[in-house]
T-cell receptor, first 115, second 119 residues
Framework: DAGVIQSPRHEVTEMGQEVTLRCKPI?????LFWYRQTMMRGLELLIY????????DSGMPEDRFSAKMPNASFSTLKIQPSEPRDSAVYFC?????????????FGSGTRLTVV | AQTVTQSQPEMSVQEAETVTLSCTYD???????LFWYKQPPSRQMILVIR????KQQNATENRFSVNFQKAAKSFSLKISDSQLGDTAMYFC????????????????WGAGTKLIIKP
């Protein structure tokens, strides 16, 4: 199993540009999570999906952020327009709901820098 | 609301020593799951160990073991014979059993403890 695959690993963009982060979850997993990690705020859950359906997007900071999961093997997190305060590491994680014991499997993250 | 508290922002020990990271949580539920995740400088989040609350026996994974004190709502991680590769952020996380079987399926995270292993 290749694990959770995120791309790109690093992204540097200028303020105002659109940024798209990508995630391929582990095959067979029915949950997908997008997190943001910063020194100041730690790990923040942005949104999560169950069977491709968004369940809770209350963590999405504002309308500039959007996430989609068009099928079970692919999800995107888009920021448009990007701002310097969006600079962070963005993680995707997936999980198979099995009484919760499995926990989550994380991707390697995308380090986003907005200049 | 459930919360997870890691009271040690940073710890530092010599290689080969034993170190214990603390974690406390707050819940009114009786069945739940607890996890320790490790995040080394490579930033990959790695599941280290997990525990089901209804199991009395403390979980162990090689040099990693937990001290689960349900009444005290404490879930500490012990690392024996620490190695340089153990240098990382360590996060404690909680999931309510009921949460795990309905659509609200979220881990509750602590703020993390930065562990430095010195040569």
């Amino acid at each position: 199993d290749a694990g959770v695959i995120q791309s790109p690993r690093h992204e540097v963009t200028e303020m105002g540009q659109e940024v798209t982060l990508r995630c391929k979850p582990i095959s067979g997993h029915d949950y997908l999570f997008w997190y943001r990690q910063t020194m100041m705020r730690g790990l923040e859950l942005l949104i999560y999906f169950n069977n491709n359906v968004p369940i809770d997007d209350s963590g999405m900071p504002e309308d500039r952020f959007s996430a989609k999961m068009p099928n079970a093997s692919f999800s995107t997190l888009k920021i448009q327009p990007s701002e310097p305060r969006d600079s962070a590491v963005y993680f995707c994680a997936s999980s198979l709901r099995d009484r919760g014991l499995r926990g989550y499997t994380f991707g390697s993250g995308t380090r986003l820098t907005v200049v | 609301a459930q919360t997870v508290t890691q009271s040690q922002p940073e710890m530092s020990v010599q290689e080969a020593e034993t170190v214990t990271l603390s974690c406390t949580y707050d819940t009114s539920e009786s069945n739940y799951y607890l996890f320790w995740y490790k995040q080394p400088p490579s930033r990959q989040m790695i599941l280290v160990i997990r525990q089901e609350a209804y199991k009395q026996q403390n979980a162990t994974e090689n040099r990693f073991s937990v001290n689960f004190q349900k009444a005290a709502k404490s879930f500490s991680l012990k690392i024996s014979d620490s190695q340089l590769g153990d240098t990382a952020m360590y996060f404690c996380a909680f999931m309510n059993h009921l949460t795990a079987v309905d659509s609200n399926y979220q881990l509750i995270w602590g703020a993390g403890t930065k562990l430095i292993i010195k040569p």
